[in-house]
């Protein structure tokens, strides 16, 4: 849910010149080395949320591990939070793979150029000719993560006609995007576009991984900025976070230690793949989800009642699916978006995939 926030955020600060920075002073440093995880305490001023915030770890440890709530539980036992509350705050945690170009790190795909295709297959296309290449990936290269059943070796490659799926976004038509994997040893070359084909110049990307949680209860970074943010929360989110601090009341200092095991990134990010799916894009499922089982006579939904059912329905639906990509277009206001359910990613069923293209609320 966070990584559109983030792509934009990482977009402004991108354009401005400010220098993005992580959290560097904290009251505890923890150790992860060949599975041992080991603590020490020191002193910090402040209130319990900023001294959880100004958060540094020190992390011996390969974050291409693919025993992350494992590292997660292990540090945090070390830091002796408690048992219960590491297993109900792990039910939360995803992490996502962000994608990024320059020097910094061995490629793992590619942004726009031209996408290497089966010798025997078509460029894909919708009926107004080819799909706009996005990006690919080369799956053997990237991070494995738990509950992320990404292919484990080929590519994955992402098109879009960005404008037209934006159009289609209350429609259902998924014919103006496409998810291609193509398995590892099949030959391949590289595609020829059409005349009318736009093709941008092609920049590798490097991978590193990035923490998840819903935004009903990710921590904010300005602590002045917190009451007024929890207001663009709805009811129901704001009684979702309040259930969740009653019951983990370490809930700061975990997510403090979250974000210190895979601390954000600098820079502009071109894409995450994996995490939780964008607000915008589970709002436009759980809407046509709804549709489909009242059309169905699977439920009954009262007069005035539509908005509380799209937010029960949401929320259900969050467990279900997960963010496949999201990213930025050369058109910086659309915002390209992927979501699967889990268990057709796990089955490989990538034609499954279901595009949301967005217009970015800031300017």
């Given amino acids: 849910m966070l990584a559109q926030r983030r792509i934009r955020e990482d977009s402004t ?55 992350h ?11 002796s939070l408690p048992d219960d509350e590491v297993g109900r705050f792990i039910e939360h945690l995803r992490l996502s793979i962000r994608l990024s170009g320059g020097s910094r790190g061995v490629p793992v795909g590619q942004f726009r150029g031209l996408p290497r295709l089966p010798v025997d297959e078509d460029w894909p296309s919708d009926e107004f000719g080819q799909l706009p290449f996005i990006f690919s990936v080369d799956c053997a290269l990237l991070p494995r993560i738990d509950g992320f059943d990404l292919p484990v070796d080929g590519s994955l490659l992402f098109f879009l006609n960005h404008e037209k799926d934006h159009l289609a976004t209350n429609t259902g038509d998924q014919q103006f995007s496409r998810v291609v994997h193509v398995p590892a040893g099949t030959e391949t070359a590289v595609a020829e576009p059409s005349d009318f084909q736009s093709v941008g110049k092609q920049y590798d990307v490097s991978a590193t991984l990035s923490v998840e949680l819903p935004t009903w209860l990710a921590p904010d970074e300005d602590e002045e900025e917190e009451d007024e943010d929890e207001d663009d929360h709805s009811p129901f989110q704001q009684q979702l976070a309040r259930d969740l601090e009653r019951e983990m009341p370490h809930l700061d200092e975990l997510c403090a230690l979250a974000y210190d095991l895979w601390p954000p990134d600098e ?45 029960q329905e949401q929320h259900r639906l969050t467990s279900e699916w997960m963010s496949l990509a999201i990213f930025s277009l050369d058109e910086e206001s659309y915002y390209g978006s992927f979501a699967v359910r889990h268990d057709d990613l796990a089955a490989g069923r990538l034609d499954k995939a279901f595009s949301v293209t967005t217009i970015s609320e800031y300017e």
């Fill in 13 to 67: 600060r991108a354009h401005s010149g400010e220098v993005l920075a992580t959290p560097c002073s904290r009251y505890e440093t923890v150790t992860v080395c060949d599975g041992r995880v080991s603590a020490t305490a020191h002193a910090a001023g402040g209130s319990p949320r900023r001294r959880a915030r100004a958060t540094s770890l020190k992390i011996v440890a390969s974050s291409w591990a693919m025993d």
């Fill in 69 to 79: 709530q494992g590292q997660f539980r292990r540090a945090a036992l070390a830091l």
């Fill in 267 to 311: 820079g502009f990010a071109s894409a995450y793949i994996g995490g939780y799916v964008d607000d915008e894009v589970i709002e436009s499922l759980a809407g046509q989800t709804l549709v489909v089982r009242e059309m169905a006579g699977e439920i009954v939904i009262q007069s005035g009642k539509w908005y509380s059912q799209l937010e």
